[in-house]
């Protein structure tokens, strides 16, 4: 479609036209509709095409006012509007937002093009960067020229105009496969729900998640029949607790089969997304994707992370080896007592019998603790209670704001000195119109150059119980509930000049490191104390329980560490490969399959977290998590070492939050992120905390810069 005047001005009805007026520059959400977005993206878009063409035909000298502050303040309308875009397609999604989506995500790939590819404007861009010591800029300022540059150079400034006109065509075709492999995921995720004719089948089950799989099915359209629906990972939470056999195996195979053929099938996507950044790495001048992706990361090379990786996959799977003989001989007993065959323990077993042995070894199971783990507790009397000791931040609940969903909280976060510091919004229940997951985003990104104050969202997957029913967390929900908290720390506490590096907009490898750290305040004996209170009594969790849950922290690691290992494997095999040599459709399958057999974490009770057909994290955004998935054990290194700074320096303690809010959680990436956490820690990162933490420490070496 050619640019057209009319899509440079938006309709004043479009509530994207203007800045809100609302607390915080808070979304008009009930104002905003479907048919608001592509106007607003179209018209955000072509006020940027304006914006920077007067940037790069400026007749005055490049001055880093004039070009590189003014492109820092470009693009405002496109910004307000591809937030709330982005962040309902993931939450609280619909056919015109999926269609909208298909529709735009070429043209938005198209139009960062058309600025990074830019030559008259890159050129400005290059005669600051080399005279950029003569500049006498702040560090923070000198920085952002100097980030600027490198983004030019990696999204292909360099290159030639023929190559750019290649480049171009390739993201966009990126761009809009990974789209439609996002789209694809969540349907086939619903299609693929197991549908149960039989209630005796549910047996295990408790009567919420019983009625929640009836209800499941009545909005299904199906009378007299219960639904179990799909997490997007390969293991589901049910399978720990469903005691006929058959009925688990259907389930696992309902979830490991997903994408494989049929409507929903993503192998074709699989296939064409990874040729194609391939391609794109030769064209860009790299080996392949994952040299170009890591370039950019603290890790820095392919070698560091295969190295990290294969360094810890034998002690994981012998863990979990391990954990498996304790299982089989928990099998064998029981089949022996009860006079019926044996059998080897299956993917679909795992969870269910890994109930039992936690059971006999620390003498309680997850139906126990449940009861302690009501949600709005969990939330408001650990992980915010947590922060309040840590940081002096107090929260207060605002019902004034619109939201996009009615079971959205929305809280006003004050700060230590009784100050505005932002906005969080908790949005826990699973929706089949969200994706699978738990994640961070922002609303608002805080920056000193717009007098953004953040506004930032935590979302996760909580099966809603029925009505009137309390919402009992497993321990899982527990730790994913302080963990998403972390990254909205990083994104309220963020305190920078420049957007460009606000709050989590740092290195993947580094980001998951603020939320892996903020995990530790789950088990921390007071903040425990102060949510695990029974949601019927307010008991509190009787000491003993407590101090099992405490004991149990190690147990599955071995699982856990596999899986997850696995996940971050087939990631890097993927996307290592050179072009001309990735897989074609039909041989996806066999090329996870050696992928995992050749990293030796082919343990077939314990499949990778994610296999390749809904692998969201690395194939469903251009970018993403792909050749990133690492990124998670890496970022560890760093949250393990911070955990045991803190157990050695006096632990839940103002002072101690006070330093780490400073050094590193109030940064963004205003400096580089490594430099960050020396600066807090004292030394460089120790791998030790982790391989003790995960119960890796059966004489592995493995190293972690
Ligand atoms: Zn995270």
Redesign the pocket.
Known sequence: MNATADQSTLSPDNPFARESTLPYKWPPLDKIKNEHYVPALEAGMAEQRKEVAAIANNEAAATFENTIVALERSGQLLNRAATVFFALSSSNTNPEIEKAQTEMAPKLSAHSDSIYLDAALFARVKQLYDRRETLQLDPESLRLLERYHTNFVRAGANLSEAQKKELRALNEKISSLTTEFRQFVLKGDNAAALVIDNRAELDGLSEAQIATAAEAAKARGMEDKWVLTLLNTTNQPALAQLKNRAVRERLFKASAGRGWGGEFGTTKLIADIIKLRADRAKLLGYPNHAAYVLEDETALTPEAVNSMLHQLAPAAVANAKREAGEMQQLIDAQAKANGTPSFQLQAWDWDFYAEQVRAKKFAYDEAQVRPYFELGRVLVDGVLFAAQELYGLKFTERKDLPVYQEDVRVFEVFDRDGSQLGLFLFDPYARSNKRGG???NSFVEQSRLFGNKPVVTNTLNIPKPPAGQPTLLTWDEVTTAF??F??ALHGLFSDVQYPQFSGTNVPRDF??YP??YNEMWATEPRVLANYAKHHESGAPMPKELMDKVLAAQKFNQGYATTEYLAAAILDQRYHQLAAGKTPAAGDIAAFEADALKSAQVNFEAVPPRYRSTYFLHIFASPIGYSAGYYA?IWSEVLARDTEHWFKTHGGLKRENGDLLRAKVLSKGFSADALTLFRDFYGKSPDIAPLLEARGLTGGTTATAN
């Open positions: 738990a994640w961070m963990h998403e972390g990254h980001v998951e939320s892996q998670y």
